[in-house]
């Protein structure tokens, strides 16, 4: 059943408080609930319920017996405040799906949001209905925790209270034999607060950047926004069991072992740095989520774009904010446009939903991080900044819609944001070309935007487009600087007097490069004709990284469509600018880095199909690969230079300078492996002391075939550590040959450690296939038939995490008709097998339009 935006009724009764009893016990928890119900608008009287054993119910201390469903109770009720008792019996132990109470590792834990804790015990389960909890857990188990401050605790039980409103999808429980690893933190008003990260035992020794990254993560909050925590205790709880990153519960946050667990041994650089992003982001929604919620799941991007948008600008300040731009630019440009241009596309907030957690998107996520910075940049940091403050002014212990969030910006600013509006309700991705004229002093640029149709939206209107532009003197200096044209026509002129600008620079009068949409200013397809000259000029000039970087890509992508359609390919331009930045010595490493990778095999395909030609993923592999031996072959001497400048150097720190250093070092050894038969990366292999270096080193002998022996010493040494081991088995997958990809992930989950229920293991195997575009998509049609019967033998176990993973058919239309054939046979197949989940269903249904 369809639920839609514009159905919205407010809930007919206030929750003033609500307290829980849990009698913890694997295959039956009972669940006592007291809530005080005081009437507004009264109505029909329903308490979401689900998977839920009714032992009983009353109403005052008098027994009544409601109407029972699958999806909840209906009550006569009195009409004045009463107080509402419930029990019921669950069983945490049988609750595979991982949604409301369950069990890992004999540990009890929760996961509410978005509609969760309907598995716990009836309540109006929805976001806008706020309230103080007190929460009693009884249980043997040593460590028992809820949301909130401690209040009291003995032998057997704990109670927690946690004063601040809240919506139930931030509830949580964990009770366990657990240990804590702490901290403390002192917040600018001079409270202390208690810190701790609670792991299983063995664990304890990598818990030290996560409770660093959290403590840089508060003092930002207060130092940026004005922002300080609110209750006495802060916990955060690992889990190895979990369908998402992690979860921002009130003073009891709950992350995937995966984002909080690190050490050099056993993490990678980027481990780190997403263990810093997503501690981060998890503690600013404390204020953009918690103080200040959604009224319905409608709102979602109300709190994830806007607290993404915050833990970029972290990471920007902690690490590399042109690296960062950089990275948040290119995930856009690939993954939310494969999305938004696919049969998934949906606005940055839907309108519509069968399943809510369909909708943790990247285009909700990461657009809707797009959509306010955008913002931020229209109305300026000061504007940016009073209108955050009046927003949780006004918004505190509310639940509210982006309306609100618009209505704090055009009150603090004047603006009107009608136009702005369209960024949240239009899907798909604005086209924006750029057309030069010149006429040896002037330059007249036209910019013109249309935005295809996308499902449900045929029709679509002009969004408000910040283009910003800037003008270089092909000499190489900079004659106009960075300058936002706000673009709100599908068609608008803008006219330079070069001349005057090449004399006020007391340069010649020449037709200047144009460096258009500078820093990702909006998520657009930017379509500018620009040669190859151009675009090595700009790799090697521009003053925008953004656009320094993008020259490259567009120059890389230029020639690797080319190899794989069998036409012309002029890599030259291409490696020229590469050595240039290689032997830059003012470019950061990380930069140099990002510059030497090259689009995915996916962005490439897209790249193709954009250009309405059929991929052929086999055919995008080999250009991939000649382009990369191309590469080694006539770079290997600056390559050589750079792999040993970049050699490891003291102690491992996780740092942005040592991770961009790694990271160089890592991408010349996989180019120069190609030249070496593996000596060096063999060698590298031997002496590595962190992860990043040996994982670097695995890949590099994985992608050139050889690497058998390293990969048996890795597994005997990592055995028994399930984080490391998921990389093991990732890394076999993603660097398996196409005709052998499903084969090798065929044999892994014959592994005695293939947990396949477990999310991260799953997806480690599973979802990695997907990832391997050529192996996925080789012409035998194995890999679907092999993904899609894990996929139906996941869907009753955990159909939220299924669901998810069925995305990796949402490009099937831009395959060429043999491969389109059996995507859509494969997805006809999922659809019409009997019990789908409702997610799983919702999603191939959408992608089979
Ligand atoms: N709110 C969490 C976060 O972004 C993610 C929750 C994911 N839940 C889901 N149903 N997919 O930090
Ligand atoms: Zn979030």
């Not at 309540?123 to 043997?140: G, H, L, N, Q, T």
């Not at 293991?761 to 997907?770: E, K, N, Q």
Request: glycine share 6%; aromatic share 8%.
């Amino acid at each position: 059943r369809k639920v839609y935006l514009n159905d919205y009724k407010p809930f007919g009764w206030e929750v003033e408080q609500v307290s829980l009893t849990f009698r913890l016990s694997p295959r039956g928890t009972r669940v006592l609930s007291r809530i005080a119900f005081r009437p507004r608008e009264g109505g029909r009287f329903f308490l979401h319920g689900e998977g839920l054993r009714l032992i009983s119910a009353a109403i005052d201390g008098r027994t009544v017996t409601p109407e029972v469903t699958d999806e909840g109770l209906t009550c006569e009720v009195p009409d004045r405040p009463f107080l509402w008792e419930a029990e019921v019996e669950i069983a945490p132990e049988d609750n595979t799906a991982l949604e409301g109470l369950y069990m890992s590792n004999g540990m009890f834990c929760t996961q509410c949001e978005a509609e969760g804790f309907r598995r716990i015990t009836f309540y109006p389960d929805r976001p806008d209905v706020m309230a103080p909890f007190r929460v009693r857990i009884e249980s043997d188990l040593p460590v028992l925790l809820s949301n909130g401050d401690p209040v009291a605790s003995g032998k057997g039980w704990a109670e927690w209270h946690d004063p601040w409103p809240k919506p139930a999808y931030l509830f949580a429980l964990v009770a366990g034999d657990l240990r804590a690893v702490r901290d403390s933190f002192t917040t600018r008003s001079g409270r202390e607060i208690d810190l701790a990260v609670w792991v299983r035992e063995g664990d304890e020794d990598r818990c030290g950047w996560a409770l660093e990254s959290l403590k840089a993560s508060m003092a930002w909050d207060e130092r940026e926004y004005g922002r300080e925590y609110d209750l006495s205790v802060f916990n955060i709880v690992a889990v190895d069991d979990f369908n998402a990153g992690a979860m921002e519960n009130k003073g009891l946050n709950i992350f995937n072992s995966a984002l909080v667990l690190a050490s050099p041994e056993t993490a990678t650089d980027r481990d780190f740095e997403r263990i810093e992003a997503v501690i981060a982001h998890e503690y600013f929604h404390n204020w953009t989520g918690n103080r200040v919620t959604c009224r319905d799941w409608f709102q979602l991007c109300l709190k994830e774009g806007l607290t993404v948008y915050r833990d970029q600008q972290f990471t920007g300040d902690m690490r590399s904010a042109p690296v960062k731009r950089i990275e948040d630019a290119a995930m856009i440009r690939s993954r939310q446009f494969r999305e938004d241009n696919g049969p998934l596309a949906h606005p940055v907030r839907p309108e519509e939903f069968i399943e809510i957690n369909n909708f943790y998107t990247i285009t909700v996520y990461e657009k809707g991080a797009e959509v306010v910075g955008m913002l931020h940049r229209l109305v300026g940091q000061n504007a940016w900044r009073a209108a955050c403050d009046l927003y949780f002014e006004r918004h505190d212990g509310q639940a509210v819609t982006i309306e609100d969030w618009l209505a704090a910006f055009r009150d603090t600013t004047g603006r009107n944001l009608t136009q702005f509006m369209r960024w949240y309700s239009q899907a798909g991705t604005p086209r924006l070309s750029v057309a030069e004229d010149w006429d040896g002093q002037t330059l007249t640029l036209t910019l013109r935007q249309h935005t295809p149709p996308t499902p449900g939206q045929q029709e679509k209107a002009p969004q408000l487009i910040p283009v910003a532009l800037g003008l270089l003197h092909p000499s190489g200096p900079e004659i106009l600087r960075t300058q936002i044209v706000e673009m709100t026509e599908p068609e608008e002129v803008v006219r330079y007097d070069v001349g005057a600008l090449c004399k006020a620079a007391g340069l010649k009068t020449e037709r200047p490069v144009v460096s258009a949409l500078r820093n990702f200013s909006a998520p657009v397809m930017l379509e500018h004709d620009q040669s190859p000259k151009e675009r090595a000029f700009l790799l090697r000039h521009d003053t925008d990284p953004v656009n320094r970087w993008e020259a490259g890509r567009a120059l890389s992508r230029a020639a690797l469509t080319a190899m794989a359609t069998g036409g012309d390919a002029d890599p030259q331009a291409w490696l020229e600018g590469l050595e240039a930045a290689l032997t830059d010595e003012t470019l950061d490493p990380a930069m140099q880095s990002l510059l030497l990778s090259l689009p995915s095999e996916d962005d490439l395909a897209q790249s193709l199909a954009d250009a309405g030609e059929a991929p052929d993923p086999l055919a995008i592999r080999h250009a991939v690969e000649a382009m990369q031996d191309h590469m080694a072959e006539t770079l290997e001497p600056v390559l050589t230079r750079a792999f040993e400048a970049t050699a490891g150097t003291g102690p491992f720190r996780p740092d942005a300078a040592g991770a961009g250093r790694r990271s160089l070092h890592n991408a010349c050894l996989t180019l120069l492996t190609r030249r070496d038969e593996g000596t060096r990366a063999r060698e590298t292999f031997a002496r590595a002391d962190n992860m990043t270096a040996s994982l670097g080193a695995l890949n590099a002998l994985l992608s050139v075939g050889a690497g058998k022996d390293e990969l048996a010493a890795f597994e005997a040494r990592w055995q028994h550590d399930r984080l490391v081991m998921d990389k093991w088995f990732a890394l076999q997958v993603m660097r398996a040959s196409p005709e052998q990809a499903t084969e090798v992930a065929e044999r892994l989950t014959q592994h005695p450690q293939f947990a396949w229920k477990t999310p991260n293991r799953f997806r480690s195997v599973i979802g990695t296939l997907a990832g391997n575009a050529a192996g996925f998509h080789h012409p035998s049609g194995a890999a679907y038939d092999f993904f899609a019967d894990w996929l139906l033998k996941l869907d009753p176990v955990n159909p939220q995490t299924a669901a998810r993973m069925s995305t990796a058919f949402e490009t099937w239309r831009r395959y060429g008709p043999e491969r389109q054939a059996r995507l859509r046979a494969t997805l006809e197949r999922i659809a019409a097998s009997p019990g789908l989940s409702r997610d799983t269903g919702e999603m191939v249904a959408r992608m089979l339009g």
